[in-house]
């Protein structure tokens, strides 16, 4: 028994050396062994200010031209001397930028960095029981040195060891995001993320932007049925009924059996004075709806609508 | 006076009610978002809508006044959460005890809700702020 807690406890001494997470990447081939991202702009914070700071560094990366007092009044609260997370991620798309929350581990802030995107992220720089949060940016790594370096505070180029930001990062649940130009990706994670992400900058940012996004997510994930109709949906706002009709044909090839498809199609073709295709299509996407109800009654609106139209011809 | 008071909160909460039920897809367009997580989505709304009626009380206002922030920036500030988001800060609303003199303590929990969000109390745990 006595000999089990002894084990146990030096477990425990031998976790504390290297952070968990931190040798799988230093051993791992697949990562460039060190990149640094030099030409990041950088915003020395004042007072508590380490958010609109952060966020002001993330931003001007991308050439999103906004300084840290103008961000001040969107993500700052005076009373509790910080920034909340969720406002962190809704002032970035309020600014243009696609803010997509990437993987909780080290090797993914890594992919990031070596693919050109700074990485902003949330530690707590004191311990969980006497928390000391704090936003910072991260610009650059060193595998060999195991060491990683911020935008971080007053201090420009901060240094940290991999394991000590590992373990304070840990504490915020290795919360960290990227802010990119509509257009861009992330290197890191899956189509999940970018899909959350895109449907708050389709409404944050306008369908113009969207739509270059959703574009270029599209591209990367054929056939992905969100993604087409987000792209069809924003290029159908903006006037571009060519490029939305592509989009929601291709929705429904690669998605024969979606009502939705064949209805914001029949919308399109509509907007295009197709009136024939566009009712075989709304027809095609009411026998699809099946027992939806909310969905029949919005296919049904989009059938009155072309009925409307012939009238009115 | 008080009536007067009354007429235009009624008057403010309706106001903001239907903004929030206003579409961005016009037509008979079925939203990207509806098709991603049909569940989540009219949630969103609803959830955004109670947070900003809770936002123009007059008292809630008075207390952002005193913390430094401008109501309008505040509501601003709700506007841009996604469904998701909102959702998130809302949820806590179900758990709300019931029984009791229920509409009286929702929305003493509403206000607990909002002074978190705001950081002057440090109820609920997903309001965390940072240095």
Redesign the interface.
Same mark, same amino acid.
């Given at each position: 028994m006595i000999l089990k807690s002894f084990i146990l406890a030096f477990a425990f001494l031998l976790s504390a050396c290297v952070a968990t997470g931190v040798r799988e990447v230093t051993q791992n081939p697949q990562f460039p062994r060190q990149h640094e991202l030099t030409e990041t702009p950088f915003f020395p914070q004042e007072l %508590?200010h380490?958010?609109p700071a952060a966020l002001a560094t993330a931003l001007n990366a991308i050439d999103v031209k906004v300084s840290p007092d103008q961000l001040v009044?969107?993500v700052y &609260?005076?009373? !509790?001397?910080?920034?909340?997370? &969720?406002?962190m991620?809704?002032?970035a798309? !309020?600014h243009g930028a696609l803010a997509v929350k990437i993987e909780p581990e080290l090797g993914a802030v890594l992919k990031e960095i070596s693919a050109g995107n700074v990485v902003l992220v949330?530690q707590n720089l004191g311990l969980s029981w006497a928390p000391?949060?704090? %936003?910072a940016v991260v610009v650059g790594y060193d595998l060999d040195k195991e060491l990683i370096w911020l935008r971080s505070g007053t201090f420009e180029r901060f240094e940290m060891s991999l394991s000590a930001f590992q373990r304070t990062w840990a504490r915020s649940k290795y919360w960290a995001f990227v802010a990119l130009k509509p257009g861009d990706l992330p290197a890191s994670g899956g189509v999940e993320a970018v899909?959350?992400a895109? &449907? $708050?900058y389709?409404? *944050?940012a306008g369908a113009a932007k969207a739509s270059v996004a959703y574009a270029a997510a599209a591209k990367r994930w054929p056939g992905n049925?969100?993604l087409l $109709?987000?792209l069809g *949906?924003s290029a159908?706002?903006t006037g571009d009924f060519t490029s939305a009709a592509a989009a929601f044909r291709e929705a429904t090839s690669a998605h024969p059996d979606s009502a939705?498809a064949h *209805?914001?199609l029949a919308?399109v073709q509509l907007?295009q004075g197709e009136v024939k295709a566009a009712k075989l299509s709304a027809e095609k996407a009411l026998q699809l709806a099946g027992g939806d109800q909310?969905?029949q009654s919005? &296919?049904q609106? $989009?059938i009155?609508?072309i009925n409307a139209y012939s009238i009115k011809k | 006076m008080n009536f007067v008071k009354r007429l235009f909160s009624a008057f403010l909460a309706a106001s903001i009610l239907f903004t929030g039920s206003i579409q961005?897809?016009?037509?008979?367009?079925?939203?990207? @978002?509806?098709?991603?997580e =049909?569940s989540i989505t009219s949630q969103g709304n609803q959830d955004r809508t109670l947070i900003v009626a809770a936002l123009s009380r007059e008292d809630v206002q008075a207390a952002l006044v005193a913390? #430094?922030?401008?109501p309008a920036?505040a509501q601003d500030?709700v506007a841009?959460?996604?469904d @998701?988001?909102a959702s998130?800060?809302a949820s806590q609303l179900d758990t709300a005890p019931a029984g009791g003199i229920i509409g009286a303590i929702v929305l003493i929990f509403l206000v607990l809700l909002l002074t978190d969000?705001? #950081?002057?109390t440090k109820i609920f745990p997903f309001?965390? =702020?940072?240095?």
């Open positions: %508590y380490c958010g009044p969107e &609260i005076p009373s !509790r001397k910080g920034s909340l997370q &969720i406002e991620l809704a002032a798309r !309020r949330m000391s949060w704090h %936003y899909i959350s895109l &449907i $708050t389709e409404k *944050n049925l969100v $109709t987000g *949906n159908y706002v939705v *209805n914001n919308n907007a909310k969905l919005q &296919i609106k $989009t009155d609508e | 961005t897809v016009q037509a008979a367009m079925i939203s990207t @978002e509806q098709v991603a =049909s913390r #430094g922030i401008d920036q500030r841009a959460l996604t @998701e988001e998130v800060v969000i705001l #950081g002057f309001t965390r =702020s940072v240095r």
